[in-house]
């Protein structure tokens, strides 16, 4: 076998989470573990088509025998990560996102051994995917194959963005049919290739969404840990970790390590420029949220009176997390209409900010969520189209109260009491407090200090992990403009005129699917 052991690794020029990535995968995985990784690809995100690099080079240079399977143009569905086939870059001469990454591979010395196709020729189920009676979300959640969790997965790859999160919409069944087969071929496949690879890890994007979710399940019903790789932090180039995806817990736990082991001297600084630059709106990233709003704009409340000001949360978003949703007070309407109470029985003023992701959910989503704030019927609705800047509300309130909308942190940061009454990625560092009865919500809204008297210091590690999450390069290299790139092969989309034919086809498929 070729080796990419030859190629130079380079020093960060930023402190991450992590020294290195082979540090991290030696320090969570045993030397066996380690032996033959399989890396499985649907994705033709540029982010993600790095991490991948960055990763194999890494795993190679360990000494491990690394698989690669890059799939994008092999699933009956085409992924929610996919962009163009195959077939069309071939008739225009250019080169899919992931046709680049295996030439550059190649060309750094990986062996072509890596490379593995879907090894079961002439596919046929080796299981029954199950008949579908009925395609409303609770039904098409308890779905199975091979005895394998299918549902979810399917859940996260809706036919269309303005499929809404509610259990009376009936998804179109063909679709439904198809996805389940989608993860049928690839759970088989997968299952083919760790068996006759003898595979010993797995590695995947996020793991939630339909065919990452196919490959968790062979993984697991093989007894090999999985690894996910993400986006890293706004200064880090990526993030790979073994903690479940969505694993709020963990990923505190994560955070408080992290904050608790930097440089104490620099620490502070690096954790508080995140939340600075959202209050500021000089964020890039956030801009999606706060652009339509006026920095500074207020709501002028009645200072005689308590204000509390509720942050929605994307419903779409945490609907299909695997949680005891009676801990959450059974979803976020009736958490909503809950506080709503408590506000009238205690004299206190109640307002409803709308997420301003709101903009680009589903209208029946969005339906929804005005009924639920209607019957709630707080002082002031603030829709997703308000100009009131987010940052001027929360400064303006007496206690901040979110369903686990970032919000929620950073209101903790600018020194207000927050209570977060959902699934958050913040409610175990001390910054929040998270009632799970109405006794306990009443009991802080009377006193909202009484259980975080520390909250903005103890904010600070999210901010910590939102700038340096993950890991840097040490292989990749990246441009000004934030492309990444192996040798002289930059990962780059095939030209817009390219992807527009790709997504015409693809568009044409769905409609004989969806029945439009």
Sequence with gaps: ??????????????????????????????????????LVSFTQWDFAIAAIAETILTLDNLGSQVSLALWSNHTPLRDIGWQVQHQVAALTRTKTVDQQLRTALLRAGVASETFVAPPIKKWRPLGEVPKITSTARSAIRELEYRGAPLGRGILHAPPSPDTPSNDEHVWPPRYVNKAALSFAYVYDQVSEV?????????????????????????????????????????????????????????????????????????????????????????DPANLQFTGGQKAGHGIEPDKDVPLVVYFGSSGDEIAELDLDWSEYFTDQPHALLSLAQQ??????????????HARIKPDQDNLDWESAVAIADPRLHLDQHSIVDSYALMREANIIVTYGSTTGVEAAYVGRPVIVMGPSAYDELGCAARPRTETELRKLLVDPHREVPH????????????????????????????????????FTEPPEVVRHLSHALKARALRRLVGN
Aim: glycine residues 6%.
């Design 455 to 490: 909250a903005r210091e103890n904010a600070l590690p999210y901010g910590l992990m939102m700038r340096r999450r993950g890991f840097t390069f040490r292989y990749l290299e990246k441009s000004a403009d934030g492309k990444s790139a192996l040798g002289d092969i930059e």
């Design 343 to 356: 506000c009238r029985d205690l004299g206190y003023h109640l307002v409803v900010r709308t997420h301003p």
């Design 194 to 282: 760790i068996a006759a690879r003898k595979i010993t890890s797995m590695y995947i994007y996020n793991g939630r969404f339909l065919h990452d979710s196919a490959v968790t399940a062979a993984a697991i019903d093989a007894g090999i840990p999985i690894l996910s790789y993400d986006t890293g932090g706004l200064d880090t180039d990526f993030d790979l970790s073994i903690d479940q995806t969505h694993d709020w817990s963990a990923l505190q736990d994560r955070m408080k390590r992290m904050f608790r082991d930097w440089e104490p001297r620099d620490r502070e600084a690096v954790a508080s420029s995140w939340f600075d630059e959202r209050i500021n709106h000089m």
């Design 1 to 38: 076998m070729t080796s990419s052991a030859h190629l130079k690794s380079h020093s960060p020029a930023i402190t991450a989470e992590h020294e290195s990535l082979a540090g991290y995968l030696t320090q969570v995985l045993t030397a066996e573990q380690l032996e033959r990784p399989l």
